[in-house]
DNA sequence: TAACATTCTTAAGCTACTGAACGAAGTAGG
DNA sequence: CCTACTTCGTTCAGTAGCTTAAGAATGTTA
């Protein structure tokens, strides 16, 4: 949500916070909290009964909510309000380095259809391929395209996509330019956003976390970022450069990283150094089915690791639990400085390895969250790792239009 | 902020976000920017000019605000608005282990006022010699008490004030609890906040950070803590906890930390640390002027080792640069993650030694500013770094009216 | 002195919410 | 079955806080 391209809002950069509203509260409530009646809606919002009473109804005949069931009380039984999964839809795409996958999503983030395509290189076709792309995938589901909110476009982002020095550019596209053409030639509001937030969105969306839980999604692809939520709001940082799980330096004197400083996690642990590592060693490589000739990306060759890793590899296994004792102890870092409740690994590169990456995270935090911080900090693993960006995509697109 | 003791404002936790309200926006840009007009504030806010000029009016009554002074245009000159710094005060209490501080503040900040009283270790008295000591700033600065908005107290909170298992008590006390009794035996509105915080709050508001900047205060006092602002509200967490800044790693196998934990910042280069590694070199003790058996607290130690580097003792000034290098190290972890756009160096320890850290934490973060992240993060030292904590806490009741 | 530029104010109206009373839909007891 | 009771949801008038639109105030410029 860079910028909500072909969206009128303005994004609050000039002025005030922007304002809840009965809508938004109601809506993520349900979406948080599912069924849920109206006194128990009123209750958790703070609004009084009348008002959602009244929002509901609203909502009802837009048809984005419907009445299910209802539930026994002492006196007149609650009815149950639910989304309605089929009333709206959402776009993701996903713009990975070597494919470009597209979902189509229902309003609770559920897919409904799915399209993955080589990634073009002539960067010229980039635009046409995406429109093509986004009609074919409506087109084959046979959905009412009216319903359609907008689409999500998601990137690698600067973080760790590169070893080349500044930012990459996406296919020699400005991913902000890129999403204004797009809403243009399409006609869809279009927002954009980098892999990790938009993983962190989507997982807050489809696995129904509440503003309450302080929330980090920490992605794992061509290099490791986080997502980070607290309050419901995603944290984008003065100039949308938040979140760069891979700079947190875990080694003062550590080796140079390409972005100029020392020690970073991802030069230390991160999937290029694991699979370099992996590709070094002969024994290694062979574990893997590895080899420079047939070298592939970066999540895949790291993907290969983790697998063989899995299969029993010893060396692959020591490599990944090198990788993750650093990450363990970034991951300490992150949920110390924010008091963070839930922290959920999701991207590739983890949906491949987190057998290794979740115990490490929870063993190195469990000490001191019993001891010191009286708290319990949740280390789970996405149920949608490897897709995460895409639905991410498209909950980006459901987040906006519940502000609408 | 933990809780708004004696104020009958639910602290959002149940329900929705907080909302902000033309009179919020309006005093907290004129805190930011005074002076300004009308338009500008129109303009800054995001309001209309019809709703900036009844809010500006109810505010003039209030007695808030003032006019003062025109600045010519092309047409009909603007008047230029302030908050009257008399208008309203604000007490600020720093509960420190060895000294309570307290402040009398106007409305912008400054102080009116100050007192200091060694700590009563009679975990009895506290409440009692809070409310004497109170009554004896307000009586000696001739001020109308019912200008006086309430009571902000600020102690050191659980980070690194302790080496004992646990967050620490307050002198036996529950913080919270404290509050709450204070606010009924005063009369006043009283708002708890740990130490990290409330200085940044008080930087925040004293040296007119604006809600565009996001912002991180790193506090030095016995422990190392931060206290972050972004978009103009401060990080809390989950329970209260964030900001915990020594115990962000930053050496994955490092020596064990009181916190359960492993290579914190506060084991490697926190305050304690420096004290403790002064005293026990015989040579570099004798440089601090320091020995065992006339021991006092750790920041007063801390600031013998940066008085006598600061004079040129080699000892000392290598000591204090080595737990800068880690401290640094540590700052651009947070920048990174949060893409924060300015660093302040606040607290008694960096009040004494920022001669040493400052430089350190630019040099580490230069070379990739410039390079891959495109942005220029500031790093300043607090006008007022010794005594942040207690304008800090006078400032969290400044903060809280604006939002009444 | 008239025309213009800009700032600030006034007045009517709209939206979204609140408060309080009321209607609706069940259970429990006789 | 009827009554009392409980809890849920709605209705309606009122209000706070804003916007839109018009206009008044206060300066400069030709």
Known sequence: MRQPVGDAAPNGRPGRARRPGARESILDAIRASEPLSRVELAALTGLTEAAVSMTVRRLLEEGLVVETGRAPTGGKPRTLLRLDPAARLAVGVYLDQDTTTYVLTGQTGGVISRLARPATDVSGSLLADLTADVDVLLAGS??????????????????????????????????????????????????????????????????????EQAFAALYMGGGLGAGIIVEGRAMRGGHGA???????????????????????????????????????????????????????????????????????????????????????????????????????????????????????????????????????????????????????????????????
């Open 142 to 211: 046979g959905v009412d395209r009216a319903r359609c909110l907008g689409i999500g476009v998601v990137w690698p982002g600067p973080r760790g996509g590169s070893t080349e020095e500044g930012p990459p550019r996406l296919r020699g596209w400005d991913p902000d330019d890129l999403g204004r053409r797009l809403g243009a030639t399409t006609g869809w509001p279009v927002l954009v956003e980098n892999d990790a937030t938009a993983a962190a969105i989507g997982e807050y969306w489809v696995a129904r976390v509440g503003p």
């Open 242 to 404: 938040a979140g760069e799980f891979g700079h947190v330096c875990v080694q003062v004197d550590g080796p140079e990283c390409w972005c100029g400083s020392r020690g970073c996690l991802e030069v230390l642990a991160g999937p290029r150094t694991v699979t370099a590592a992996a590709l070094a060693d002969p024994a290694t490589a062979a574990e893997a089915g590895l080899d420079h000739t047939g070298r592939r990306s970066v999540p895949a060759d790291f993907a290969a690791v983790a697998r063989a890793a899995w299969a029993g590899a010893p060396r692959c296994l020591a490599l990944l639990e090198d990788s993750a004792r650093y990450v363990a102890a970034a991951a300490e870092s992150v949920v110390n400085l924010l008091d963070i409740d839930l922290v959920v690994l999701t991207g590739p590169g983890f949906a491949a390895a987190s057998f290794v990456y979740g115990p490490a995270i929870q063993r190195r935090m469990a000490a001191a969250d019993a001891r010191t911080w009286r708290r319990s900090v949740t280390v789970t693993v996405s149920l949608a790792a490897a897709t995460a960006s895409a639905t991410g995509a498209a909950a980006l697109v459901l987040q906006s239009h519940l502000r609408r």
